[in-house]
């Protein structure tokens, strides 16, 4: 509550109204009392005219009438009680009288003589209530409160005087910052006064009390009951808000801080309400009707200055709250981070680019985008994260966040395997900021990017840029490494040697330099440089016991040992790298090089006995195919061919009955297509029908896995098509899935389709993708669900599927498949610019000459057509019909759609031309196109 003027009206009306002049007694009684009766008249007489002036508002004349009676009754007030009351009469209208004036000091003086003089005085209580204003206005708090907190604990007062005393005691403590004894006040005359000002008021000093008291939970009740008055609208509940905020935020009570934000109302609100406050508050009142009634007109002038003092507070406010800087797009921006520390990261960008989008030339515009940038990142959001950050670059190109923002940007790039785009944005943020705060970091990352794309040449000085204009800079080791890798990948293995000799040298313990002494070892063999090589390696397997490469290195000279026919010192190598191996690829690696070091001395049955070793160590953790192929290439030197086949016969039964075994799924793969071929019936039939004898086994001895195993296997060798409907049927259950090993979950999954059971489909192809996802086949798996999310139209579901198939079987034609649907996606999208872009790539493959360029230049023509670029578009669809004619699905539908691309250029007549092409062509006239074909004539009027 903010003070305007000090004397509450209701208290003056007490003052001329209870008591402000007793009634003149008669002469008669004055007599029957023994007073002067000449005195008494005089005195009366004064009496009646100060009454007149106090009314009539001349308080000046009035101080001169009181200090006459005064003067005159005080010295005999003591003969009767009747000039006492008088006496007492003057001193307090004195008080009030300089009050009126706004003489604060002789009106506090009054007072004090007053209460001194009469402490049991019938104007005692109001006395006090109207010093405590006084001292109110001088801003003594202090002795506010030491005049009121007795009275406001008074029950026996008066309810108006009460009521002034809480108003008092509460504006005092409140001032003070002593927030729990202002609070209570305040408390107490919202719950017992009707007044609704007087209510209004004591609720926003209530409401901001709970805030600095951090009294969250009260606030949050008690918001309820003031959520559409204006208390919501005050600027210093709002203020408190903030500031409380702030402080709940700077301390790490995020949540705390959010929920106080959230209550803060927008300045443009608040000043739109307290303007609507202004307007209602004058309507009110210019209504307040004229009246001739005396009382009436004195609570008519009482209200009317209350409402005047009122009118002076919200102008005051409303000043206030006009100076206040803007502070929307602050509090939005401390909403938003708020968000964000509490990792509630969708509620954090949509804050973080509401400030962006709603305030776009505030100064903390830059900040919010940046910060959307930053929190899409952090979500996993990192389409949204490029979007934002190259929104940034343009519309801020002298932001103070473009230079973290460009470096951020460019390794996201990086991490998505994006070289071309992160080398792009690196050079074009160079060639904005010269003196970029990371050049260096910049430079690197187009040197790296160069070389994860093979472009060696242009790497390698890129790398070198680098240490000569940041000899110090983090990256230089670095830069100085792949610099030599660089000259290693391209075969200059002089260069290479001595650039990681120097490196050695400049970088001694760093974090490269056991890896380049291995390095130099490899350019020393690439030099043919064998005895340096060899010496290299043993001292790189010597001082660095620990390192990941030893295995390799240990094998590199195996393979300068065996070079020079030293057998046996490479046997020792290639058994040590074994022995000191952390990866199976490592194991792998040198196991085989053992197996070569024996065949070439003819030594099968070593061979056998470390195949044999090999698979009772790792089990299905080791390459099972390899070694079953070793394993048996040896038995057949041995003259022991028969023993071939049932070492793979015992593989499959020792290892089929566990799903995670892979090797048994690849084992059986392989004899599939090799008994499919096979013309030397006898051994094949006999090895079937063990096999065959082991389905009957399994199934009784619920080895469920192995069990499926065989029948999957025997359902790809068999050609009777109710003898595979049998197996089908034992194969297909959603009870079986868990069991399956990969080969059987494919067949579940494409059979599951082919009797049009999706979700099976669906389940089959998930179990496997999530626990046997690393198998070599996969590769169904991920077609086949990709398909499935691509028909239900969950297009970012679909497109995880086809990373990881392109990814991880680039080599195998599914990888063409999949670079198509990837580019229909951003097509359906609208992404276009990727969707051509990895429609180029596939056209890049020669592997994928045939249906997959078809598709690609059709797919081409398609994305041109959304762009509406008919012209171009019809380029693409007509090299689809012309040079891949045998593909008849695409060379019809690139029929189809150049037609309509005539028509859109306006060419009727050539439209209607290759409709007919399409309607004469003997194999293509009988697709499903044909008939698109005539509607389309019958719509341009070139056919029936």
């Known amino acids: 509550m903010h003070r305007a003027l000090p004397l509450p009206r209701f208290l003056l009306l007490v003052a001329f109204g209870l008591g402000f002049f007793f009634a003149a007694p008669a002469e008669s009684m004055a ?14 007489l004064m009496q009646d005219k100060t009454k007149h002036l106090m009314l009539s508002g001349k308080y000046e004349e009035s101080l001169g009438l009181f200090a006459q009676i005064i003067k005159g009754l005080e010295p005999v007030e003591h003969i009767n009680r009747t000039y006492a009351r008088a006496v007492e009469f003057c001193y307090y209208h004195s008080a ?17 003589r007053y209460l001194s003089k009469y402490p049991r005085g019938m104007h005692r209580n109001v006395s006090i209530i109207l010093s405590a204003d006084i001292l109110a206005v001088k801003g003594l708090w202090d002795q506010v409160i030491r005049l009121v907190d007795p009275l406001a604990s008074n029950l026996n007062l008066g309810a108006r005087l009460l009521t002034a005393a809480h108003e008092l005691r509460a504006e005092a403590y409140f001032q003070l910052k002593q927030y729990v004894k202002a609070g209570g006040s305040a408390k107490y005359l919202y719950d017992n006064v009707a007044d609704t000002q007087v209510r209004t008021d004591a609720a926003t000093m209530f409401a901001i009390c709970l805030v600095r008291l951090k009294r969250y939970k009260a606030l949050y009740t008690f918001l309820p009951n003031i959520l559409h008055s204006q208390v919501r609208y005050d600027a210093g509940l709002n203020r408190a808000l903030i500031d409380e905020g702030d402080r709940e935020y700077n301390g790490n009570d995020y949540a705390n801080a959010l929920l106080l934000y959230r209550l803060v109302y927008p300045k443009v609100m608040l000043e739109a309400k307290m303007a609507e406050r202004i307007v209602d508050v004058e309507r009110y009142r210019d209504n307040i009707a004229e009246t001739s009634s005396l009382t009436a007109a004195r609570n008519a002038s009482a209200i009317k200055r209350k409402i005047k003092r009122l009118l002076a507070k919200l102008a005051k406010d409303q000043e206030k709250l006009h100076k206040m800087p803007d502070y929307d797009q602050e509090l939005a921006m401390r909403e938003a981070s708020s968000y964000f520390a509490l990792h509630r990261l969708r509620e954090a960008i949509a804050a973080f680019w509401g400030v962006y989008h709603d305030f776009p030339d505030h100064p903390l515009a830059d900040q919010a985008l940046y910060a959307t940038f930053t929190t899409a990142y952090t979500m996993g959001d990192i389409d949204r994260s490029i979007k934002e950050g190259y929104a940034y670059l343009r519309i801020f190109p002298k932001g103070k966040f473009y230079e973290i923002l460009s470096l951020n940007l460019a390794q996201i790039h990086y991490q998505r395997g994006e070289h071309q785009a992160c080398i792009d944005l690196a050079r074009k943020a160079l060639a904005l900021r010269p003196n970029h705060e990371t050049a260096d970091q910049l430079r690197y990352l187009i040197g790296y990017n160069l070389f994860q794309m093979e472009r060696l040449p242009e790497a390698e000085p890129a790398f070198a840029e680098v240490r000569e204009k940041h000899p110090e800079s983090q990256v230089a080791e670095s830069a100085a490494y792949w610099q030599a890798i660089c000259q290693l990948s391209d075969g200059r293995y002089l260069e290479a040697e001595a650039s990681f000799t120097a490196f050695g040298e400049q970088h001694l313990g760093g974090i490269f330099y056991s890896d380049a002494l291995y390095r130099r070892a490899i350019c020393q063999y690439g030099n043919a440089d064998y005895p340096g090589a060899a010496a290299t390696l043993e001292s790189f397997v010597e001082r660095f016991p620990e390192q990941p490469s030893k295995p390799e290195a240990r094998t590199m000279l195996g393979d300068i040992y065996a070079s020079d026919a030293e057998l046996d010192r490479a046997l020792a190598q290639y058994e040590a790298a074994v022995d000191c191996a952390v990866t199976m690829v490592q194991v ?27 698979m009772h160590k790792w089990k299905s953790k080791g390459n099972f195919t390899e070694a079953i192929y070793w394993t048996g290439t040896s038995l057949q030197r041995l003259d022991r061919s028969e023993e071939a086949l049932e070492l793979f016969f015992n593989a499959i039964i020792q290892y089929g009955d566990v799903p995670a075994h892979h090797g048994i799924d690849m084992i059986l793969r392989d004899l599939i297509g090799e008994l499919k071929v096979s013309k030397e019936g006898s051994e094949r039939y006999v090895f079937k029908d063990k096999l065959y004898a082991e389905v009957i086994t399994a199934r009784e001895t619920h080895r469920t896995t192995l069990y499926l195993r065989l029948i999957t296997f025997f359902y790809h060798l068999v050609d009777d098509p109710a003898t595979r409907r049998k197996m089908i049927d034992a194969v297909t259950k959603r009870e079986h899935i868990r069991f399956a090993g990969p080969l059987t979950l494919n067949l579940m999954g494409e059979q599951a389709l082919v009797r049009n059971d999706p979700e099976l489909a669906r389940q089959a192809f998930t179990y496997f993708l999530e626990h046997h996802g690393e198998s070599e086949l996969a590769v169904t798996a991920l077609k086949t669900m990709a398909q499935i999310h691509i028909a239900e139209g969950k297009l970012d579901e679909a497109e995880a599927m086809l990373d990881q198939l392109a990814a991880r079987f680039a080599s195998l034609p599914e990888a063409g498949w999949a670079a198509l649907k990837q580019a229909e996606l951003h097509r359906r999208r609208g992404d276009y610019t990727r969707a051509m872009a990895g429609l180029k790539q596939v056209i890049a493959v020669k592997q994928w000459r045939g249906p997959y360029w078809a598709e690609a230049l059709y797919s081409m023509g398609r994305c041109l057509s959304d762009q509406e670029q008919y012209r171009e578009a019809f380029a693409y669809y007509q090299r689809v019909y012309v040079m891949y004619e045998a593909y008849g699905e695409w060379s ?44 389309l004539l019958r719509e341009i009027g070139g056919g029936p």
Not at 96 to 112: G, H, S, T
């Open 31 to 44: 007599q029957a009392k023994g007073i002067n009766t000449k005195l008494y008249r005089k005195y009366l």
């Open 96 to 112: 009030v009288a300089n009050l009126e004036l706004k003489r604060y000091d002789p009106a506090l003086d009054w007072f004090a």
């Open 588 to 614: 792998n690696r040198a196991t085989f090089q053992i197996a070569k070091m024996y065949r070439l001395e003819e030594r099968w049955e070593e061979t056998l006995m470390l195949f044999n070793q090999y």
């Open 892 to 935: 019809a539908k690139a029929y189809i759609q150049s037609a309509r691309s005539l028509l859109q250029l306006g060419m009727k007549g050539d439209a209607m031309k290759t409709c007919r092409e399409l309607l004469a062509h003997p194999v293509l006239s009988k697709r499903p196109e044909a008939d698109e074909a005539q509607d």
